[in-house]
């Protein structure tokens, strides 16, 4: 049990990738007051975890209805996290972050809106940046694969663990980076890409042997 804890809780990790949501979070939030960023992490993940849990939870129902076997899905997931990881470990994933958090800026500046009432909790906090096609791909993947309510518990345990250190992470985001620094994150980025690749090859190679089982 501790063993499927740990597995998921590590693929969590680096899926959602709480380094890499932290400085874009402290980016969209710039300038506004402590209350206004609590309520914006607190809100980022709720929105985030009720997205996920839908998807782990009637996710597997509505591939059933499309008429796509889980292996399949296993397969593609794996291809999925595989891209994502590729990007993280050449640092595509952050550029495409800061590009998405830099043309919200530009929104609000060009509607002359202030920061306060600006809502990022939703787009692009919620979505895609923490529940995007990769993390709702690994949600569906990881609770496929429990068996019986025991083991479907633990991936949720793992699941609330990762979204609890991400609300902390996205509440000390910016004493965060002035203590990390962007060559430290970007080190950290590229680590938990490698990991990635090999937890996204370890889906399709299930996915493939399971199809021919």
Avoid: Y
């Avoid at 990881?85 to 929104?107: D, I, N, P, S, Y």
């Avoid at 600006?118 to 690994?138: H, N, R």
């Avoid at 980025?189 to 996204?200: D, F, M, P, Q, Y």
């Amino acid at each position: 049990m501790l063993t499927l804890f740990i597995s998921a809780f590590v693929t969590f990790f680096v899926v959602i990738d709480p380094p890499g949501c932290a400085p874009i979070f402290a980016g969209l939030t710039r300038g506004t007051s402590p209350d206004h960023r609590r309520a914006m992490a607190f809100r980022s993940v709720m929105v985030s975890a009720g997205i996920l849990l839908v998807f782990a939870l009637v996710g597997e129902r509505f591939l059933s209805a499309m008429g796509i076997s889980l292996d399949a899905f296993r397969i593609a997931g794996g291809i999925m996290l595989f891209l994502i990881a590729l990007e993280m470990v050449f640092e595509k994933r952050t550029q495409r972050r800061e590009e998405r958090a830099e043309g919200v800026l530009r929104e609000a500046e060009a509607e002359a809106r202030t920061m306060e009432e600006e809502d990022i909790s939703v787009f692009p906090m919620a979505i895609p940046m923490i529940a995007g096609p990769g993390s709702i791909a690994t949600t569906m993947l990881l609770t496929s694969r429990a068996h019986g309510l025991a083991e479907t518990a633990i991936v949720f345990a793992a699941l609330g663990s990762m979204l609890l250190i991400l609300l902390l992470a996205l509440l000390a985001a910016g004493p965060l980076m002035r203590v990390l620094g962007h060559k430290i994150e970007a080190m950290i980025t590229r680590i938990l890409g490698v990991i990635l690749a090999a937890l996204a090859a370890q889906f399709v190679i299930d996915g493939i042997r399971q199809s021919f089982a």
